[in-house]
């Protein structure tokens, strides 16, 4: 788990981390587990599941919902 920490702090300050604007693949239908989380986020914030999401949209529907439920985010 810390290596995780530090391998995701290191990716933080490189070039690995795009915009989900800027992926090659965001419009391709988003992943199944992409779905599942955004299922377990929704379901915890109240909000409606889109199920007809890019992979960027759901990746920025994730980020949206992390921060709605303080899930996922680093203390």
């Not at 989900?20 to 965001?26: A, F, S, Y």
């Not at 992409?34 to 914030?45: H, R």
């Amino acid at each position: 788990m810390q290596q995780d920490a530090e391998d995701a702090q290191t990716l933080k300050g490189s070039n690995t981390v795009k915009d989900p604007d800027e992926w090659t693949t965001g419009q391709e239908p988003m992943t199944g587990a992409q779905q599942s989380y955004l299922k377990t986020l929704s379901e915890e914030a109240g909000e409606e599941l889109d199920t007809n999401l890019t992979k960027a949209e759901a990746s920025k529907r994730i980020d949206e919902l992390q921060h709605k439920t303080g899930r996922g985010l680093a203390n």
